[in-house]
């Protein structure tokens, strides 16, 4: 699969869902895109038609709110119809922002309430473990998210149980609601402090998919540990107009916005085309 | 006599040894539980932590998802209080099938004290869509429990004291029913469950004594409560409750809130009123707070007449 292509669709199908709704939590979803189109296009061992298999990797989205990034993810996957995936945050849907393992398919643990996902994580993959499985979770956490107490005490855990089936991607996009992560409450080198904790770990520009690929290789390759990968990324990464604002993480655009984010969408739709992006 | 967490680590052994996906979970309390020599025999599947209730309780999730059958326990306020949005979220709002027992309930915590003395626990989980929560009083009887919860998919919360409790009575404990008549009597009825009920009995004895023949039942399955039982048991007379716990959320408040609505009747609830733990034995904290026999004969009298 080409996965710059994959990603370019993820990127489009998030835009249209998100513009559909007309508002939502655009930058969060936009900065993981190139994670979610390496491990759904390649790494991650799952089939739409058998979304139970106990074989199969798991996906712990931590960070809930990049919920339509996955939808769109799991629509190109198969998982899902359009028609849901237009349904984002519609009364009485089965896609809200936040994924719900009980109301989408192919979703594998309820997310949202900041910190917990990861501890669920290793859970599954605690789990697995116990089962003799040799499958992956994969679990992405938000720099932000970081802030909560509980993710430590899962890298603690982690560590001391050597889950090595465990692979964690940090999107360190340097924002979180209320602004820069330096600014709220300084979190330092996430790096340095997952070395500490013992995981191995190391940086990577997470909007780059041969980098991605590259350290999920790497992580494999490491049975010592679990693995946390530290995703310098964009707030916002691929779509311009919403890269521009400084205060991106949930946007209700107004009118002038909305015309510069169906732009996008135009932009994005011809890049899939293989056009030359309007600008 | 046994040792409450003697039948708990017992009978997550016995699951174990029959089911692989039985697993059992601490946070650093496995000596306080008597779950430490399960390590043994459970290997990988009994998991210390470490103090993180949080971590403990959301990790309980994803051994769920895989297909496993977590049993979680900490100290009541801790498993409730501490990790109240990990039960809600990662267990409830996710329907996850796991076992949580909280220990050392209300003043049976005695003289670790108001940091660790749970009045507050059952308000907290009533509150969770779906979840059943029993509180246990002989060994047999959470025996029975813990094996209907490792069987029957859903959320639980148990709550219970850690130390010898006797059996209290001979007859055996219907589930499905959620309740024992432990004495029968017809002009009224006292409710009560796990630590306190000896209390109860020995104030149905006195007030038998001045004619006055009192049932005391046991609502061990306190949500969710049997309603026809509690309107039969109004129609006879009067209601004391007595709660190991917070009147405010416990089961006074839970049979109150039925049957107000189905059948309103004189209600009086003992139980811990606007008050913080403290340290104590379990006879004074008795006296401290109200939940004497004597106490519960004097609540009676005053509905009766």
Redesign the interface.
């Known amino acids: 699969m080409d996965l710059k292509k994959f990603a370019d669709e993820i990127r489009l199908y998030t835009m249209k869902e998100l513009n559909n709704r007309g508002f939502g939590h655009y930058g969060g979803s936009l900065s993981i895109i190139e994670t979610l189109a390496v491990l759904y296009g390649k790494e991650m061992n799952i089939d739409a038609a058998h979304p139970d298999n106990?074989n199969r990797d798991?996906f712990v989205l931590s960070k809930g709110h990049a919920g339509p990034s996955l939808y769109a993810t799991l629509f190109l996957k198969g998982y899902i119809s359009e028609e849901t995936l237009m349904s984002l945050n519609n009364n009485g849907t089965n896609l809200p922002s936040h994924p719900?393992?009980?109301l989408t398919k192919g979703i594998?643990?309820?997310t949202?309430?900041l910190?917990?996902g990861l501890?669920?994580?290793?859970?599954?993959?605690?789990?697995?473990?116990?089962?003799g499985l040799n499958n992956y979770t994969y679990c992405i956490v938000g720099d932000g998210e970081l802030n909560e107490?509980?993710c430590w005490?899962?890298i603690?855990?982690a560590n001391h149980h050597k889950l090595h089936n465990l692979i964690l991607f940090v999107d360190d996009n340097k924002k979180q609601l209320d602004g820069y992560t330096k600014d709220i409450n300084n979190p330092m080198d996430f790096v340095t402090k997952m070395q500490a904790f013992g995981l191995n770990s190391f940086r990577i520009n997470g909007n780059n998919i041969s980098e991605v690929e590259e350290a999920i290789t790497k992580a494999k390759e490491n049975e010592a540990s679990t693995t946390a990968i530290i995703m310098d990324t964009i707030k916002g990464y691929g779509v311009t107009a919403v890269e521009k604002i400084m205060n991106n993480h949930h946007l209700r655009p107004d009118c002038s916005l909305q015309f510069e984010l169906e732009r996008a969408v135009l932009e994005l739709e011809n890049k899939a085309k293989g056009q030359v992006p309007y600008r | 006599m046994s040792e409450l967490r003697q039948i708990y680590a017992e009978t997550i052994a016995e699951l174990a040894k029959k089911d692989d996906r039985v697993?059992v979970l601490e946070a650093d309390l496995s000596s306080s539980m008597a779950t430490a020599n399960l390590k043994e025999t459970m290997g990988?599947?009994y998991?210390n932590?470490?103090i993180?209730e949080?971590?403990e309780?959301?990790?309980?999730?994803?051994?769920?998802?895989?297909?496993?059958i977590p049993f979680v326990h900490s100290f009541a306020p801790f498993i409730s209080r501490r990790a109240f949005?990990?039960v809600f979220?990662?267990l409830a709002?996710?329907?996850n099938h796991a076992i949580l027992v909280g220990s050392d309930v209300g003043i049976t915590a005695e003289m670790n004290g108001g940091t660790h003395m749970s009045f507050e626990d059952l308000a907290l989980m009533r509150v969770i869509p779906n979840i059943t929560i029993y509180e246990v009083s002989d060994p047999q009887q959470f025996k029975d429990i813990l094996y209907h919860c490792y069987s029957h998919s859903g959320l639980y919360y148990i709550r219970t004291m850690r130390k010898k409790a006797p059996r209290l009575t001979d007859q055996i404990c219907d589930l499905k029913s959620g309740y024992r008549e432990i004495i029968k009597g017809s002009s009224g009825t006292i409710f009560s469950t796990g630590f306190l009920l000896p209390e109860c009995m020995k104030a149905a004895e006195n007030l038998a004594k001045k004619n006055i023949h009192v049932s005391v039942i046991e609502t061990f399955r306190i949500k969710p409560l049997n309603k026809e039982m509690l309107i039969e048991a109004a129609k006879k007379g009067p209601i004391v409750t007595v709660d190991n716990h917070s009147i405010t959320g416990g089961i006074g408040s839970a049979i109150a809130e039925v049957l107000s609505e189905e059948y309103p009747s004189k209600i009086k609830r003992l139980g811990v009123d606007e008050k913080f733990g403290q340290v104590g034995s379990t006879n004074f904290l008795k006296t401290q707070y109200g939940l004497t026999a004597k106490d519960i004969v004097l609540a009676m009298e005053k509905l009766v007449n």
């Open positions: 106990e798991y719900d393992k009980n594998d643990v309820t949202g309430s910190g917990q501890s669920v994580a290793t859970g599954v993959a605690y789990g697995n473990k116990l089962k107490g509980q005490e899962a603690q855990f | 697993v990988e599947r998991i932590v470490g993180m949080a971590h309780v959301s990790m309980a999730a994803g051994l769920s998802v895989t297909g496993h949005d990990q979220i990662s709002y996710s329907k």
